[in-house]
C-alpha cells in the first residue's frame, strides 16, 4: 500500500507544472471546474484541485503510518484520487476544445427606435419580396414550354420561401415592440 501512495503521489507530482502553465494562461473559469462531488473545494482552477489530492494522499500516508489505516478506506479514497486524476487530466487534454469554444456574448436589450426602425426595413422587404412573387407568378403563367416553367416554379417556391421568412421575422419584431411598449 505505502508504494501505492507513493506512486499516486508522484503521479499528482507531475500534474502540477502543467495545471500551472494551464491556469495562468487560461485564467479563473467562469464556474466551478468540477462537480462538488469529485472536489471539495469547488476551484475554478486545477492547482487548488491538485492539492486537494495532494491532502488526501498525506492524510492516508498519515493514517498508515499511526497503524490506523484500513484497508476498505484505503481502496475507496484511492479509487477516488484515480477518478480525480483522471478528471484534471481530461480537462488539460481539452483546452484546445475549450479555446474553440464559442463565448457567450450577452444581447443588449434594442431599443424602442431600433425595433421600429428594424420593422421599417422588414415592411419594405416584406413589399419587394411581394412584388417580386406577383412578377415571378406572371411569368410563370406567360412560360408556355414544360422546361420554361421548372425554374421559375422552382424561383417562385424559393421567393415565396423568403417572403414568409420575412413576414416571421416582423411578427417577432412586431411582438416584442408591444412587450417594450407594455413595458414603458
Not at 96 to 117: F, T
Request: net charge positive; proline share 3%.
Amino acid at each position: 500500500m505505502a508504494t501505492d501512495l507513493s506512486r499516486l503521489s508522484t503521479l499528482v507530482e507531475q500534474l502540477i507544472p502543467q495545471a500551472t502553465a494551464l491556469d495562468h494562461q487560461r485564467g479563473e473559469s467562469d464556474k466551478p471546474l468540477f462537480d462538488h462531488q469529485l472536489f471539495h473545494c469547488r476551484a475554478r482552477l486545477l492547482l487548488p484541485c491538485i492539492r486537494e489530492i495532494q491532502q488526501e494522499i498525506s492524510a492516508l500516508q498519515k493514517e498508515q503510518t499511526a497503524g490506523n489505516l484500513q484497508i476498505a478506506r484505503a481502496s475507496y479514497v484511492c479509487e477516488k484520487i484515480l477518478t480525480q486524476i483522471q478528471a484534471i487530466q481530461r480537462e488539460m487534454a481539452t483546452k484546445q476544445i475549450r479555446e474553440a469554444e464559442p463565448k457567450y456574448v450577452v444581447k443588449q436589450r434594442k431599443s424602442l427606435h431600433q425595433l421600429y426602425d428594424e420593422l421599417a426595413q422588414h415592411q419594405d422587404w416584406e413589399r419587394r419580396l411581394a412584388a417580386m412573387v406577383k412578377d415571378k407568378t406572371f411569368e410563370l403563367e406567360q412560360a408556355t414550354q414544360v422546361n420554361q416553367r421548372q425554374p421559375l416554379q422552382q424561383q417562385l417556391i424559393a421567393l415565396e420561401g423568403r417572403l414568409a421568412r420575412c413576414q416571421q421575422a416582423m411578427a417577432g419584431i412586431e411582438q416584442a415592440i408591444v412587450r417594450r411598449e407594455r413595458q414603458g
